[in-house]
């Protein structure tokens, strides 16, 4: 079935670091593409938990799957090294926890045929809980102009498990880079692929993004949003052919504090209404108790926490009750 003398059409990369409870779903959704013509390629950062033997057992069983094994180094480092050794004309992305869709290569490569002027390409995603429930939906925008607003004004538009990127053009801008430290990576590059060409996502539901109090963007919201803001600001100098000033996109941050604190509470509360859904409360009411000290003047914070007084009432009386 395979032919390890040809390259592939894709190269799938994943980084993984103690991932070892949902590793399989994520890597058995990836051998599940109804597209065959790919590699896949896991560096294990460093693991400590049994993640290095659930690889080991992958790698025998298929031969497009390379592992590469290392000391603690971060996801960028990894995934650049996944970057490095790709031999696919197309670079996929997945995560440890999530779950691709059997159809999602597929529909990414014909897209990809159909118009050649994309650069990275995305899609809709579906929020599941650690049992693999789902959550919620999540729509997204579609159309170059669109992302490419939203990217400006909003933040990231794309799942990171969902992209597809043209090789050359990743390997053109240099892959990922940590500026600011190791956070929104992936915002970053998105900005700078979309100045060199464009980028979509189609509207169909091919990640199962998983949610869990381990997720580094549930653990490091302030760290995230500070990082995705400078970048922003170092999108907006090239936009405007100025060289990167990283020190002055920092001065510019400063200026803008209360933007930076409102759109922090906005996060809080995108994932504190995740967690309602999944009828975490104590997770729910934490971080809507963070939202609200990041910016106390966000009404959709007092809406929260009123939900969460009611829910926490409802819940009394029932245990009275019985």
Not at 43 to 66: P, Q
Request: net charge positive; glycine share 4%.
């Amino acid at each position: 079935m395979d032919n390890p003398t040809t390259s592939p059409a894709i190269s799938v990369i994943m980084s993984v670091y103690n991932g070892e409870r949902y590793l399989r779903q994520a890597i058995s959704s990836i051998l599940a593409q109804s597209f065959r013509d790919f590699e896949f390629i896991i560096v294990n950062d460093g693991s400590r938990d049994k993640t290095a033997e659930i690889l080991n057992e992958f790698e025998v069983m298929d031969s497009r799957i390379k592992i590469f094994h290392q000391d603690n180094q971060g996801l960028v480092f990894s995934l650049n090294r996944g970057i490095q050794v790709a031999k696919g004309s197309f670079v996929a992305r997945m995560d440890a926890d999530d779950i691709s869709h059997p159809e999602r290569l597929s529909l990414q490569m014909r897209r990809f045929a159909g118009e050649p002027s994309i650069l990275l390409l995305g899609s809709a995603y579906t929020y599941i809980d650690g049992a693999g429930r789902k959550i919620k939906s999540q729509s997204v925008a579609l159309d170059n102009d669109s992302l490419q607003r939203s990217m400006i004004k909003q933040g990231n538009p794309f799942c990171h498990s969902s992209v597809m990127i043209r090789a050359s053009a990743l390997q053109s801008v240099g892959g990922y880079r940590s500026l600011v430290g190791k956070y929104a990576q992936d915002y970053d590059l998105w900005l700078r692929l979309s100045e060199f060409g464009e980028v979509e996502n189609l509207n169909a539901e091919l990640i199962e993004y998983r949610v869990h109090c381990g997720q580094v963007s549930i653990k490091n919201v302030r760290e995230q949003r500070r990082a995705a803001e400078i970048y922003r600001e170092l999108a907006l100098q090239r936009r405007s052919n100025h060289p990167e000033d990283i020190q002055r996109a920092k001065q510019q941050l400063a200026k803008h504090w209360q933007i930076l604190k409102k759109r922090t509470s906005n996060d809080y509360l995108h994932w504190s209404a995740l967690f309602e859904a999944m009828e975490e409360y104590k997770k729910f009411q934490a971080l809507n108790l963070v939202a609200l000290k990041e910016w106390p003047f966000n009404s959709r914070t007092f809406n929260a926490i009123w939900r969460g007084l009611l829910i926490s009432f409802k819940l009394n009386q029932n245990r009275e009750i019985f």
